[in-house]
């Protein structure tokens, strides 16, 4: 794997992690989520940026394999092009089943 696509990986890592942070001490709940603007936004903006990150991975490898990447990138796009479109419980599916399932496989390409 070359840098270009490493740093990308890192990209999506941190990013992931931020996320995380944002629920750090209190409890992950949808309605909290849903009713906080701020917090809303906030993700939105790091699915931004994990969305900008697979897409330089695939145009610097287009073989390169992350389960559901092309899904990944065409987040990035409804979020930035169809914000009006973006729903509090498909944003919240992805917080709480993708990306625990994405930073395992980031984390397993960084290692190897």
Do not use: C
């Not at 270009?4 to 209190?26: M, N, P, Q, T």
């Amino acid at each position: 794997m070359n840098e270009k696509v490493l740093k990308s990986l890192y990209d999506i890592k941190f990013a992931i992690e931020e996320i995380d942070s944002f629920f750090v001490g209190r409890e992950m709940r949808f309605e909290e989520y849903a009713n906080n603007v701020l917090l809303k936004r906030a993700v939105e903006r790091v699915l931004e940026i994990i969305g900008e990150a697979m897409n330089r991975i695939l145009k610097e490898d287009q073989e390169f394999y992350i389960e559901n990447a092309r899904r990944i990138v065409g987040l990035r796009n409804q979020i930035i092009h169809g914000y009006d479109t973006v729903s509090d419980e498909n944003i919240w599916g992805i917080i709480m089943v993708h990306l625990p399932k994405l930073k395992g496989e980031v984390d397993r390409l960084i290692e190897s």
